[in-house]
């Protein structure tokens, strides 16, 4: 029988995806979901419990029904503007949360957990490429409350026969590349998305925020990293603290920069069409260049970003805006 893995937020972005990989690899995903920001839809690889992971009886009622070994956390709030504008909210979903999660984990006995950390919490780095002991400052309040995550884990381990993995992304971008799932924020703030609507005339145009960066074209710099590398990441660190291995807090990134307006050429290379951008003030809180060093990931998991190159995140992610992609490009 198929080991069972509570999956908080399955029915988003990441989460869905790693719903596949679980299955894929022989494990049944359960979702655990309030359907405040995820799809319904997207919950298409083992049960779903509609409920909120603040509430901890109904968290630990779907642990006990569904026989759980194992959890991979990632229901949170996710908008860094947002968090800005409304702290409390998020200290409440994603602190509240966690401490509601854990509790619910150590009185069902549960002793592992992948959580769905963020370069966030490194705020703006002194030297890039980013490594894991790179010193986490986060500058807004989502980075802190992930960094907040990653802490009540070490503290809770270190009097506990827990073990966690603490995954930071990098840019998630991409879909599913058997076109099952797809990415579905509302309202979309994330840049690959919205260069897709732009170039597939959704959107009239692509507002490029800030080109008087330090980096060689002026606009800022993100390591991208295909939704499904990502999955698979989660897959293998799942393994890790299964097979009774440490805690572990790694990186997940491709180690590749690539600038906004790298972007807009590859989708405009990609898709034939013309993307309409419009230069903008700088963001708030936007750090002009964010790479990870990946090379721990790999040691340690064995794991390295295989999707990840613009040319495939565009051509998995086209087909959910209506582009076609002229795959000689
Ligand atoms: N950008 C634009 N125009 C847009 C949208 C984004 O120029 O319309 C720029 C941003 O200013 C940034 C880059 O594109 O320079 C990437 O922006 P995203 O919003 O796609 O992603 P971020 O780099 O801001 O990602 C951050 C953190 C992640 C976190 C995520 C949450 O780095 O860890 O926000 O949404 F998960």
Redesign the pocket.
């Known amino acids: 029988q198929a080991s069972s893995i509570l999956v908080t937020g399955g029915a988003g972005f990441i989460g869905s995806h790693s719903c596949k990989a679980l299955k894929m690899a022989g494990y049944l995903p359960v979702v655990f979901d309030n359907l405040s920001t995820g799809h319904a839809e997207a919950v298409r690889f083992g049960p779903f419990v509609k409920g909120d992971i603040r509430d901890q009886d109904a968290v630990a009622a779907a642990i006990s029904k569904h026989k759980i070994t194992a959890i991979l956390h990632f229901a949170a709030s ?3 503007g947002e968090s800005v504008q409304h702290p409390n909210a998020y200290y409440d979903n994603n602190v509240g949360g966690m401490i509601s999660l854990l509790k619910a984990a150590s009185a069902t006995g549960i002793k592992r957990i992948v959580f769905s950390s ?3 919490t490194y705020g703006v780095p002194e030297t890039l490429p980013i490594i894991e002991t790179t010193p986490q400052r986060p500058i807004n309040p ?1 980075g802190r409350t992930k960094l907040i995550g990653e802490q009540m884990l070490e503290d809770l381990a270190h009097v506990t026969d827990l073990t966690f993995a603490c995954l930071r ?3 998630a971008a991409g879909a599913d590349p058997e076109g099952e799932l797809g990415e579905q924020h509302d309202p979309e ?4 998305p ?1 260069a897709l609507m732009a170039a597939s005339g959704r959107r009239e145009v ?5 080109d008087d960066y330090p980096t060689p074209d002026g606009t ?1 710099i ?1 390591d991208y990293i295909h939704v499904a590398d990502l999955a698979r990441a989660h897959v293998l660190a799942l393994q890790h603290l299964m097979q009774g291995k440490p805690s572990i807090k790694l990186n997940l990134g491709s180690g590749r920069g690539h600038s ?1 307006l790298e972007i807009v050429r590859a989708i405009e290379a990609k898709t034939g069409r013309k993307l309409p951008i419009r230069i903008e003030p700088r ?1 708030a809180g ?1 750090p002009p260049s ?1 790479t990870a060093d990946p090379s721990r990931a790999a040691e340690v998991l064995g794991f390295r970003a295989e999707l990840s190159s613009l040319d495939q995140i565009i051509e998995d992610a086209a087909p959910w805006f209506g582009l076609k992609c002229n795959v000689a490009a």
């Open positions: 996710a908008y860094v963020s370069c966030a989502y992304y990098f840019n703030t994330h840049l690959v919205l692509l507002s490029i925020f800030g800022c993100r906004i963001r936007d964010l």
